[in-house]
């Protein structure tokens, strides 16, 4: 499963909302067989940091889709390998 998009407005931001989000997603989508993955652009730092404080870790960059847009794949359970 991927979390992704995680938005929220300027006028609600550092409030706690997006890690409310997805730890909710996280509890709802949690299943011993099933991956979680939270991707975001390689240029925001500030999702990254939210996918870091919620427990995910880096696992490798996906392949460019077009010369503007990567996407970095963190991933709660480490001991999976690959990107799925």
Do not use: H
Not at 32 to 45: A, H
């Amino acid at each position: 499963m991927q979390l992704t998009y995680v938005i929220t407005r300027a006028s609600s931001r550092c409030q706690g909302w997006a890690s409310y989000l997805v730890s909710q997603g996280i509890s709802r989508l949690a299943r011993k067989d099933r991956s979680i993955w939270y991707v975001t652009d390689t240029s925001n730092v500030a999702s990254q940091k939210l996918a870091e404080k919620s427990g995910f870790e880096l696992v490798g960059k996906a392949a460019p889709r077009s010369s503007s847009f990567q996407r970095v794949k963190l991933a709660q359970d480490s001991g999976r390998e690959g990107m799925e």
